[in-house]
């Protein structure tokens, strides 16, 4: 759940999406679920050049099981309160 | 009753009972990450789940991709680097973590 | 959690399959796990060496884990695009 919130409190800010089949795309953090599904806004290709086969594409979702990395506009990233996040999620005795 | 919930609390957040135990000495250290498809990924681990979903903090990414010399037939390891200030990585794709020791 | 997906019924979508194909269609309908039914639906074929290739599908139920990204086109923008002129590889797979 750790990070189905912290993409919740990223909504609304600019991310790019590096998928598994190479393609990065960058768009606005429209909303975001539980299996790290993620809808963007204001999509745009990285390397329209190499990458035409979405081009007429303004909003897209994005299945979470195919993203291999998300950047992350590191200014509304509060290390800290991840680091905190992280130890009280870890330290939290696990469910069967 | 509030001492020995604080107790618990400790003992839990120094003791290695668990590989990620370990994953948790290294918040907030610079970790090595070697990711699928011969990715490497070095930088500063500010969070993680139980998938190894993970955020990194001043990354240094390496991707190594091998050619064949048409005539000698050698192998050549071409490594591309790019910097990236914050990135989540999915943890489907992490192989392995490793911590960086502070000289490297 | 896939609710967001209730923006994208009926319009016109622009589906990137696990394996890299391109499917467009009008969504008609989806479920939790991001099975998709599309109507009147064709594959968009790129290739390096020719224009993009329509292949008409007919309605299809894609399986919700072969579903990579599903976009939203812009249907006015997509009619401007000569797909006779575009050359590109195929999407790669998208490895796991």
Same mark, same amino acid.
């Given at each position: 759940?750790?990070?189905?919130?912290?993409?919740?409190?990223?909504?609304?800010?600019?991310?790019?999406?590096?998928?598994?089949?190479?393609?990065?795309?960058?768009?606005?953090?429209?909303?975001?679920?539980?299996?790290?599904?993620?809808?963007?806004?204001?999509?745009?290709?990285?390397?329209?050049?190499?990458?035409?086969?979405?081009?007429?594409?303004?909003?897209?979702?994005?299945?979470?099981?195919?993203?291999?990395?998300?950047?992350?506009?590191?200014?509304?990233?509060?290390?800290?309160?991840?680091?905190?996040?992280?130890?009280?999620?870890?330290?939290?005795?696990?469910?069967? | 009753?509030?001492?020995?919930?604080?107790?618990?609390?400790?003992?839990?957040?120094? =003791?290695?009972?668990?590989?990620?135990?370990?994953?948790?000495?290294?918040?907030?250290?610079?970790?090595?990450?070697?990711?699928?498809?011969?990715?490497?990924?070095?930088?500063?681990?500010?969070?993680?789940?139980?998938?190894?979903?993970?955020?990194?903090?001043?990354?240094?990414?390496?991707?190594?991709?091998?050619?064949?010399?048409?005539?000698?037939?050698?192998?050549?390891?071409?490594?591309?680097?790019?910097?990236?200030?914050?990135?989540?990585?999915?943890?489907?794709?992490?192989?392995?973590?490793?911590?960086? =020791?502070?000289? =490297? | 959690?896939?609710?967001?997906?209730?923006?994208?019924?009926?319009?016109?979508?622009?589906? #990137?399959?696990?394996?890299?194909?391109?499917i467009?269609g009008?969504?008609?309908?989806?479920?939790?796990?991001?099975?998709?039914?599309l109507?009147d639906s064709h594959e968009? #074929?790129?290739?390096?060496?020719?224009? #993009?290739?329509?292949v008409l599908l007919g309605l299809y139920?894609?399986?919700?884990?072969?579903?990579?990204?599903?976009?939203?086109?812009?249907?006015?923008?997509?009619?401007?695009?000569?797909?006779?002129?575009?050359?590109?590889?195929?999407?790669? #797979?998208?490895?796991?």
């Open positions: 759940m750790l990070f189905y919130s912290f993409f919740k409190s990223l909504v609304g800010k600019d991310v790019v999406i590096e998928l598994k089949n190479d393609l990065s795309i960058s768009g606005t953090l429209h909303s975001v679920d539980q299996y790290l599904n993620v809808k963007l806004t204001d999509v745009q290709v990285l390397d329209p050049e190499k990458y035409p086969h979405i081009q007429s594409v303004t909003s897209a979702f994005v299945r979470g099981s195919v993203i291999r990395y998300i950047q992350l506009p590191p200014d509304d990233v509060d290390t800290q309160l991840l680091q905190e996040a992280t130890r009280k999620e870890i330290t939290q005795p696990r469910k069967e | 009753m509030g001492d020995e919930g604080d107790q618990v609390a400790t003992t839990t957040a120094t =003791s290695v009972e668990e590989p990620l135990d370990l994953v948790r000495l290294s918040l907030d250290e610079k970790v090595c990450v070697k990711m699928r498809n011969e990715r490497e990924l070095r930088g500063r681990l500010h969070a993680f789940d139980q998938h190894l979903n993970m955020i990194l903090g001043d990354v240094e990414e390496t991707i190594t991709t091998i050619e064949i010399d048409e005539e000698t037939f050698e192998q050549i390891y071409r490594p591309t680097k790019r910097q990236i200030p914050m990135l989540f990585v999915r943890g489907d794709g992490v192989i392995l973590i490793s911590p960086l =020791s502070k000289q =490297s | 959690m896939a609710q967001v997906l209730d923006a994208y019924v009926n319009k016109s979508v622009n589906v #990137v399959t696990a394996d890299g194909r391109i467009i009008t969504l008609r309908g989806f479920d939790q796990a991001i099975n998709i039914i109507d968009r #074929v790129f290739s390096s060496t020719d224009g #993009v290739e329509q139920i894609i399986r919700g884990d072969n579903v990579a990204l599903i976009g939203e086109i812009d249907e006015e923008l997509d009619k401007t695009i000569d797909f006779s002129r575009i050359r590109a590889d195929p999407l790669p #797979v998208a490895k796991t």
